[in-house]
């Protein structure tokens, strides 16, 4: 297989939270500056909510009045392109960051306690670094926790922190809530201790996190692009060797996300299903294959050939994933020549995949790609994300958005009855400091 050339990205500028907040007698008090900010869910709304604040309060003016100076972070939730499924498989994939983001404010502590509290759902949670072991929760903490726990066994010892975070992205969409979240606190966590940030070493920190301590074997894709996405870019992101190159976005096209406000509960377990599937092909291809260690290593004639050696499901599963990566590749080339149309083909073909062979999609999902397929100025349509709901990307021409935007949600609520967040997106920086 083709390895593609691969650059650095570069650095994130985003400014600003839309929040104050101060910490009096071990509790966080949160003084909410801006309702109209703090009750919506759109993210553009809420930097425009944080302009508005910035100039009544700048963060180091109001620090300044309150005695606690935290500084400031954020990290993005993403759409993926194109390459589903092929993070745990070694193979490519093509996310970019989003406008959504997770957002902290974080002081470091004169002891060892990490405490958080969490804006949406207005809970905190404290952990001790200094006991001997952790349990897991089994709720949103775990995944700052388990961040903070992965930082230190990967050798960074770390402060105590006070941690308030808020999150534009949506919970149980397929958009990285929780990488978003595991990203921040990581940041924040590296920083205080007076760390510095390499954004690859913190994605495998956070990847590990939800494998170890969240128990989710998720590819590290979600954290990958949280912490190294480019503005106005998608990624193209070697899984194995962890090489990034950016790919611009024509202008004349846009990124849509759909939201199909489903999820079905399945999902973790038939996630990591589809993981043991992968591996199973991987173990009873090797006597034929040779040196293979991931379905990366197969080409689609090679598991042709060998295709007697798999039960049925696990062919299927693996030709999801040898011709998916087969796909990205060729979307990194046309979308690198501007042939939208043929990078919406792609699209298409990988929706049929994950549907008919690695059977993630659902029904009310497979109708909003439908649904968006046949709409005027629409060069292609999928499912994004780990499966089974959640949201739908499409790459539709600029002058055709506002349309495309009305008519998939009257038409995927006249089928279905739930009523679709459709929303334009432009890529922005990975993961990184807001200024204050
Ligand atoms: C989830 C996982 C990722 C990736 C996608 C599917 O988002 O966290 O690692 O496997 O599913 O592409």
């Known amino acids: 297989m083709r390895a593609p ?37 759109h993210a553009r709304v809420l930097f425009e909510g944080g302009e508005h604040v910035r100039h ?50 974080a002081a470091a502590r004169e002891d060892r306690l990490i405490r958080i509290h969490s804006l949406n759902n207005g809970k905190s949670a404290e952990i ?29 010892p770390l402060k105590g922190a006070d941690i308030l975070v808020s999150s534009t992205v949506p919970v149980g969409s397929g958009l990285s809530s929780s990488a978003a979240l595991e990203v921040v606190v990581g940041y924040a966590l590296l920083s205080l201790s007076g760390h510095d940030v390499d954004t690859v ?40 060797s962890l090489d990034r190159k950016p790919v611009p976005i024509d202008p004349k096209a846009r990124i849509v996300v759909a939201n199909s406000m489903v999820h079905h509960a399945l999902a973790d377990g038939e996630y990591n299903k589809r993981r043991q599937s992968c591996e199973e092909g991987v173990r009873l291809l090797k006597p034929a294959l040779g040196d293979i ?72 999902v497979d109708t909003l790609v439908a649904t968006a397929q046949r709409q005027p100025g629409v060069f292609g349509a999928r499912m994004t994300g780990g499966g089974f709901g ?29 009523t679709s967040d459709v929303f334009a997106c432009a890529p922005q920086d990975g993961a990184g400091p807001l200024a204050g």
């Open 5 to 41: 050339v691969l650059v650095p990205g570069r650095a994130s500028s985003i400014t600003f939270p839309f929040w104050a907040v101060l910490l009096k007698n071990a509790v966080f008090v949160i003084t909410q500056v801006d309702d109209t900010a703090l009750s919506s869910s």
């Open 56 to 105: 009544r309060f700048t963060a180091r003016g109001f620090c300044r009045t309150v005695r606690w100076a935290p500084q400031l972070f954020r990290a993005p939730g993403r759409v993926n392109l194109i390459g589903e499924h092929t993070d745990y498989n070694d193979g490519f994939v093509m996310p970019a960051a989003l406008e959504f983001e997770a957002q902290a404010a």
């Open 293 to 364: 260690t991931a379905l990366r290593d197969v080409s689609f004639d090679a598991l042709e050939e060998n295709r007697d050696f798999l039960p049925d499901l696990t062919y299927r599963r693996c030709r999801h994933i040898v011709t998916e990566n087969e796909r990205v590749l060729a979307a990194a080339d046309v979308l690198e020549r501007g042939d939208l149309e043929a990078f919406g083909q792609l699209m298409n073909a990988s929706h049929a995949s994950m549907r008919d062979d690695y059977e993630i999609s659902c029904a009310e």
């Open 128 to 156: 001790d670094l200094s006991a001997e072991t952790h349990t897991p929760r089994g709720d949103w903490t775990d995944y700052a926790f388990g961040v903070a726990v992965m930082t230190e066994a990967a050798g960074k």
């Open 390 to 418: 959640g949201c739908v990307v499409s790459l539709v021409a600029a002058d055709a958005v506002d349309g495309f935007i009305d008519a998939v949600r009257v038409a995927y609520r006249e089928a279905t009855g739930h």
């Open 201 to 240: 070493e913190l994605a495998k920190i956070c990847q590990k996190a939800e494998n170890d301590y969240v128990g989710m074997r998720c590819g590290i894709m979600d954290q990958f692009i949280s912490c190294n996405g480019v503005h106005d870019h998608a990624l193209m992101i070697d899984c194995r």
